[in-house]
């Protein structure tokens, strides 16, 4: 059974920071790309970010570059998004996904329809 199960979200101050984690079982890393995405409310779910194990490419939305890192650990099957510097802008319900390496190549990795599978959300929360 595939699962991906979000967590670390929270209240932070702007400036502050956070890790999100995602701990996947149920596929191989070496089939399915890890993204982050996001989405407020009254808004549509959007790319943060996308990690492909298999040939150590990260892909960042622009609003993120330079604050946000995903990494892995493969041998504990979970993803980590750290935050850092972040801003009210950030405060969303935030979703791990996977999406087969099979589509990735050549496509777009920030369309969340081409994903298979979703975590549940984690809140994020940043106060001004």
């Known amino acids: 059974e595939v699962q991906l199960q979000a967590s670390g979200g929270g209240l932070v101050q702007a400036g502050g920071s956070l890790r999100l984690s995602c701990v996947v079982s149920?596929?191989?890393?070496?089939?399915?790309?890890i993204g982050w995405f996001r989405q407020a409310p009254g808004k549509e779910r959007e790319g943060v970010s996308c990690?492909?194990?298999?040939?150590?490419?990260?892909y960042y939305a622009d609003s993120v570059k330079g604050r946000f890192t995903m990494s892995s650990d493969n041998a504990k099957n979970t993803v980590y998004l750290q935050m850092n510097s972040l801003k009210p802008e950030d405060t969303a319900v935030y979703y791990c996904?996977?999406?087969?390496?099979?589509?990735?190549?050549?496509?777009?990795?920030?369309?969340?329809?081409?994903?298979?599978?979703w975590g549940q959300g984690t809140q994020v929360t940043v106060s001004s």
């Open positions: 996904g996977a999406v087969s390496m099979h589509y990735l190549y050549g496509n777009s990795w920030s369309n969340a329809h081409e994903y298979d599978y």
């Open positions: 149920g596929f191989s890393f070496d089939d399915y790309a």
């Open positions: 990690l492909s194990s298999v040939d150590d490419i990260t």
